[in-house]
């Protein structure tokens, strides 16, 4: 599908959609709750269809009502079929991890974008609590039932995805795990949230003050009522929006939010934008903004968000950090200068650096390389420029299926399906 996108005046409001990274932690604590729990206000969406789907497949009954799923967890069972993550890397890598709790062999397997992402540093680290896995291929094996549990070395600055699927199970393995990373921890914000979801869920977890090391006794998930809030990578998208063309405010924020992309926040207003927090509410409002200077290491999937804000910046905006989102759902880095270099912007690319020379965006044609946040990344620029037609647009389903609706709503000109 295809986006056409002309100039637009924003005005409006909107509420954030639910969070897909706590909608997903909260799932997969759910199922290793034995009980009946319930997700409140639940994102759906391709990524939580995933986790949800696969975890069906081993035992876990769900049941969803409008606004909350109701899990049935704690008792698993051999899958019949693989155990497809579609794109998903959070319930690729976590459901690696729990198939060593699940009776039976389980074969996970991944798609298309996803295959190309790292998993042998979680595999290795696994073998390390007495699981049986191997890659076969793209797709990973599991052996059920011998998590054993002890002292794993791993990486921490390959993807905090890897630490947080082995604290979702260390809990339950028959001597405890003694984690402890060999690197510096990235992305520290995803790990807050995992330890904050699986402590509504019963479960205590000792870390150090840098995340170099945890230390999780034996003890039991207990099912929980889970609230579910708003998505703060997603709300990017539109509040850039507001800085850039109009005015925006965004509902369902949690100010005090553990999500590392909360930091828009302090960006925002460094750049210039004009910005005021109301009770689980920003508003900002168009202004002239400048360049900045700022480390993406924690809050790397703001990326594609904070180029195209520096593509209408006065000066030269420097992000650093960002080295990690050459393997995202796409190749970001190659992605983001390929589209504003496109449309006129001048991009220095570094090993882990991107400078972006701010300017006057002009029409263009941009690949999303069916990636969620460069598609919806570009809107914002297309709505500067006009004229700009964005293809595979259908991928903003995998986090925010309701994307393009509150791009309408909020003034953006856009025409979806034009040839």
């Not at 155990?83 to 298309?112: E, H, K, N």
């Not at 609590?129 to 794993?152: F, Q």
Request: charged share 25%; net charge neutral; aromatic share 6%.
């Amino acid at each position: 599908m295809k986006a056409r996108i002309g100039k637009s005046k924003i005005d409006g409001s909107v509420a954030a959609p639910p969070s897909k990274s706590y909608t997903i932690r909260g799932l997969m604590c759910a199922a290793l709750a034995r009980g009946e729990s319930q997700i409140v206000h639940p994102l759906t969406s391709d990524d939580t269809g995933a986790a949800a789907g696969v975890l069906g497949q081993v035992g876990v009954d769900i049941d969803r009502g409008e606004d909350w799923w109701r899990v049935h967890g704690g008792y698993f069972h051999e899958a019949a079929e693989d155990l497809f993550c579609r794109d998903s890397a959070a319930t690729f890598r976590f459901m690696i991890a729990i198939s060593s709790l699940v009776p039976g062999r389980c074969r996970l397997v991944p798609g298309a974008s996803l295959a190309r992402r790292p998993v042998q540093p979680l595999l290795e680290a696994l073998a390390q609590l007495g699981v049986k896995c191997r890659a076969d291929g793209v797709s990973v094996i599991v052996d059920g039932g011998n998590l054993k549990g002890g002292t794993v070395r791993l990486p921490g600055d390959v993807s905090s995805q890897f630490i947080s699927a082995l604290l979702l199970i260390a809990p339950l393995a028959e001597d405890g795990v003694d984690l402890r990373m060999t690197t510096p921890v990235q992305s520290k914000s995803y790990l807050k949230m995992t330890l904050a979801c699986v402590e509504e869920f019963g479960v205590s977890v000792a870390a150090s003050e840098d995340f170099s090391q945890f230390e999780v006794r034996p003890q039991k998930y207990r099912p929980a009522g889970y609230q579910v809030e708003g998505d703060w990578s997603s709300a990017s998208y539109l509040l850039a929006l507001g800085a850039v063309l109009g005015q925006v405010e965004i509902t369902n924020l949690n100010a005090e939010s553990l999500q590392g992309d909360r930091i828009m926040l302090n960006l925002l207003p460094e750049m210039g934008a004009r910005v005021s927090v109301g009770d689980k509410s920003l508003r900002v409002q168009r202004s002239r903004l400048k360049a900045i200077t700022a480390d993406l290491s924690d809050c790397i999937d703001l990326l594609p968000t904070l180029a195209v804000l520096a593509a209408v910046a006065d000066g030269e905006s420097r992000f650093t950090g960002v080295g990690r989102a050459r393997y995202k759902e796409s190749n970001r880095i190659r992605a983001l200068k390929q589209g504003l270099e496109r449309m006129g912007i001048d991009v220095v690319e570094g090993r882990d650096s991107l400078n972006i020379i701010g300017s006057v965006p002009g029409a263009a044609t941009i690949d999303s390389f069916d990636d969620h946040r460069i598609a919806m990344a570009f809107s914002i620029l297309g709505a500067v420029s006009g004229g700009t037609t964005i293809t595979g647009a259908e991928c903003v389903s995998k986090t925010y299926p309701g994307f393009w609706d509150e791009f309408k709503k909020l003034g953006g000109e856009v025409k979806l399906n034009v040839k």
